[in-house]
């Protein structure tokens, strides 16, 4: 057992890689689907033996000690990688991460599935898929701020590719774009890794790159006073910048629908399930962290680019013929609700960013696969020459509904939750006992303001939801429209385990997320107190 604990994290994140670098050597375009699905599933498996008994307790205490393993950071590896530059090779597991691995190898194993029909290069195409498989988890479970920072671009690669390759007719403007956005989101980033590994000189002897020790109360406050408060602050701003295009925020944001657009469906499905979140867990694990003064100072403009994402991704949503690029601005909405609820720096809203980043993850990839089913039924994405598919498609129409229900917010399916915790994480942050509140950073009125503004938001998301449905599933069946068959199985294994979970987490959030997540919100919170 105890060799497992120390090598599941390893072998979860490099199992992929092997995968992908097998494929290339496969003959058989059969032979190199089954291999890839099966490295897929063995990595959901791996991920779900961190739940085993003995592996992680979700009841451990901070998450930041002044020393030991770290609290619930757990099972961690440390292994010197560069040593002349304190960069270690180390990874971990705690609450904020453990969601989203779960989340992320189930989404890959899925994403497997819908990617069968790809026909074009198809050992290029696995091998790339796995690659960014194993991107994804090595930056969920990173605990050295250089490794993470490797890890974090290694994603950037196959996704140019995978969209630039086997992408719709405007695959290589939707490839570049991506690529340069993110690229220089990743500058942004890489600045600020250089500026606190430079100052983290005069507090830790030769600097480090160790996410844990970066976060400890004490040095973080050592770190920006040496850095003085203008250079503490741009060192902040750019990592939320570089954070926040991942997301992406309004008005970091014009790659999404491009890419999504164009990029196949389980590619998507992968995009806004999975790297989307990344933007979010960078700003949990490692902006408000490692500056938590300067996170409470400028805590109203983080909260108005999560408000105005919200609003303006709803809208133009809601004026969308094309059924995938509504899904794409919908994504932007709902992840404007993950920057609020952490900008607020509220128990509620912290945990229900995290709950959200999990629920739309979910919900997304959903969307996006029933985008792509009635893509092949009907040869064409706009909503006003669909109608009558509840008809001929009443499985496919039942199915996508809990999609769309969850999305809109109806209460007993995952997005309810999320979007109920953010909004209480809102208003809860104008009370008089909140950090934002009793530390002088923020008004009343300034919080009830935005929270208002966020909640004009879910009625948009509710009307243009609702006229989606109406548009391509009900009305009068076009005269000149094929009777398509209904949802084949490599469909149901895909969106019935989705419709499911978005069920489950609805109804018992506390037992799928909030159990593994309330110990490191808590603890998150204390370094801002």
Known sequence: ????????????????????????????????????????????????LVLLPGMFDASAGQTYRPAGDG??????????????????????????SLPLVLLST??????????????????????????????VLGTFLSLDFFL?????????????????????????????????????????????????F???????????????????????????????????ATMFALLVIGFLIKVPAVPLHT??????????????????????????YGLLRIAYPLFPEVAKAAWFWVALVGVVSIIYGALCAMGQRDFKKLVAYSSVSHMGLVVLGISVLTPAGMSGAIFMMVAHGLISAMLFFVVGVAYERVHHREMSRMG??????????????????A??????????????????????????DSILRAGGYASASQIYVLACVACFGMILTAGYMLWTVQRVFFGPVRADAELPADLDGRELFVLVPLAALTILLGVLPGVFVFYFTDQTVAALLKLFV
């Open 1 to 48: 057992m105890e060799l497992l604990r120390q090598n599941l994290l390893t072998v979860l994140i490099f199992l992929p890689l092997l995968g992908s670098a097998a494929v290339l050597l496969i003959r058989g375009r059969d032979a190199v689907r089954w291999t890839s699905l099966g490295v897929t599933l063995a990595t959901f498996v791996l991920s779900l």
């Open 71 to 96: 609290g619930v950071v757990q099972l961690v590896r440390t292994v010197d990688w560069i040593a002349s530059f304190h960069i270690q090779y180390k990874v971990g597991v705690d609450g904020l």
């Open 106 to 135: 189930l989404i890959f194993v899925l994403s497997a599935l819908a990617s069968w029909k790809i026909e074009k290069m198809t050992r290029g195409y696995w091998a790339l898929f796995l690659l960014l498989e194993t991107g």
């Open 148 to 196: 993470f920072f490797v890890f974090f671009e290694l994603t950037l690669l196959p996704m140019y590719f995978l969209i630039g390759i086997w992408g719709g007719e405007r695959r290589e403007y939707a490839a570049i774009k991506f690529f340069i956005y993110t690229l220089v989101g990743s500058i942004a980033i890489l600045v600020a890794l250089i500026g606190v």
């Open 198 to 232: 430079l100052y983290s000189r005069s507090v830790v002897p030769g600097g480090t790159f160790d996410l844990v020790t970066l976060a400890r109360p004490d040095v973080a406050r050592a770190i920006a006073s040496a850095m003085g408060p203008g250079v503490a």
């Open 255 to 280: 790659w999404l629908p491009d890419a999504h657009v164009e990029a196949p469906t389980p590619i998507s499905m992968i995009l806004a399930s999975v790297l989307l979140k990344m933007g979010g």
């Open 388 to 405: 009558g598919l509840a008809v001929t498609l009443p499985v496919f129409t039942g199915l996508s509904a809990v999609a769309m229900f």
């Open 407 to 432: 999305n809109l917010g109806l209460p007993t399916l995952a997005g309810f939750v999320g979007e109920v915790m953010v909004l209480l994480g809102a208003f809860g942050a104008a009370g008089p």
